[in-house]
């Protein structure tokens, strides 16, 4: 029974991600034109030509193949794009994998019907798995299609619409099949790196230092609780003690995440994450941000030059996957070396959860 009904949710899945693509391509309408248009709201209007001059950056100095990505608009008929599933085994980090022609293997799907993901969420719980599901304003098509700007993102401060911009634009640089950690580490590190200098010729001030502390603040207890709960599922205990563990950790990370966010301002998105918080959801962390500290040591190692860094990035990409591995955590290992000189200690001592940075 089990074969049947894995091929009829296969087709159904292409069916709809088919159906779902080619009705944001047909609403598709030119930023020119629309800039000029007098009809145009004028909201819209400004932050479209946000847009052209964020094309025009990562086209000229971060040397990525823009062409004419994100060169059109598409208003959505619902607030988002896609909802994406991630899926991790009860007492496992490693998230499950789905794998597609061409793109290869992915650690998450992508819905464009909110039902069917939740109807597919409802089966993965119902298999034991601990489940993720949430809402995603953009992707992209690897160069496949002219992506559009859409309507889930477009009003987005210009801070935060060029950092997603650069990020998606970086999968049509390098993209290597089968290794989403890679792939959503390198554009994360793109998008990081190039931000500070984005802000500064556009006079947008960087973020504030309480801001910054606090996101590290919160990477570091998730760290923690990543490492502590790796440490549960590599032990000899029984399933019962594994679960019962697992959920004493889970209640720990909560707490002191309620301890440490005492009179922080705008804390509304670290708190929903932190109440989610599952296998599911470190591991979707995991695979955004592990490798971007090894990423960003390889541009220093490349003389901050883009085309070298891309270069090195799909030299990198081309080793066997081990090798790959091993190369990355040794950048990784060189960039917290570097931190620490410079910054010292600064998750070392968090007194509520401890973790290594």
């Not at 490492?227 to 549960?232: A, D, E, F, H, R």
């Not at 000899?236 to 990370?253: C, H, M, N, P, V």
């Not at 309620?258 to 995991?286: H, P, Q």
Request: hydrophobic share 40%.
């Amino acid at each position: 029974m089990l074969l049947p009904t894995a091929g009829c949710e296969t087709v159904h899945f292409y069916s709809q991600a088919a159906t779902g693509q080619l009705k944001i391509l047909a609403g598709r309408k030119s930023i020119d034109r629309l800039v000029v248009d007098g009809e145009t709201d004028a909201k819209l209007k400004l932050q479209l030509e946000w847009v052209r001059a964020i094309r025009s950056y990562a086209a000229g100095e971060l040397h990525l193949p823009v062409g004419s990505a994100y060169s059109e608009f598409t208003q959505l008929d619902g607030e988002y794009a896609l909802w994406n599933l991630i899926a991790a085994p009860e007492f496992s980090l490693s998230p499950k994998r789905w794998c597609y022609p061409i793109a290869g293997c992915a650690s998450y799907r992508g819905y464009f019907d909110k039902a069917d993901a939740e109807t597919q969420a409802g089966r993965l719980r119902a298999e034991g798995y601990d489940v993720y599901l949430g809402p995603v304003p953009a992707y992209s098509t690897l160069g496949w299609f002219d992506d559009p700007v859409l309507s889930s993102f477009v009003s987005w401060k210009p801070e935060r619409l060029a950092g997603l911009l650069f990020h998606e634009l970086a999968h049509r640089r390098v993209y290597i099949a089968g290794d989403t950690r890679f792939n959503e580490s390198f554009a994360t590190a793109v998008s990081r790196i190039a931000l500070p200098d984005w802000r500064r010729r556009n006079g947008i001030p960087a973020p504030g230092v309480k801001n910054v502390a606090q996101a590290r603040r919160v990477n570091g207890l998730m760290v923690a609780a990543r490492k502590q709960l790796q440490s549960i599922y590599k032990s000899d205990l029984s399933d019962s003690e594994k679960r019962e563990r697992k959920q004493a950790t889970l209640q720990k990370l909560r707490r002191c995440y309620r301890e440490a966010s005492v009179g922080w301002v705008e804390d509304e998105k670290f708190s929903r994450m932190i109440e989610k918080t599952n296998n599911a959801t470190l591991a979707l962390v995991s695979e955004y941000q592990s490798q971007v500290p090894a990423f960003m040591q390889l541009y220093e190692d490349s003389g901050r030059d883009w085309n070298a860094f891309y270069g090195a990035v799909e030299r990198l990409g081309a080793l066997p996957k081990e090798e790959r591995k091993a190369r990355l955590k040794a950048l990784s290992g060189r960039a917290q070396d570097s931190s620490k000189k410079v910054t010292g200690p600064s998750l070392q001592s968090d007194t509520c959860m401890s973790a290594a940075n």
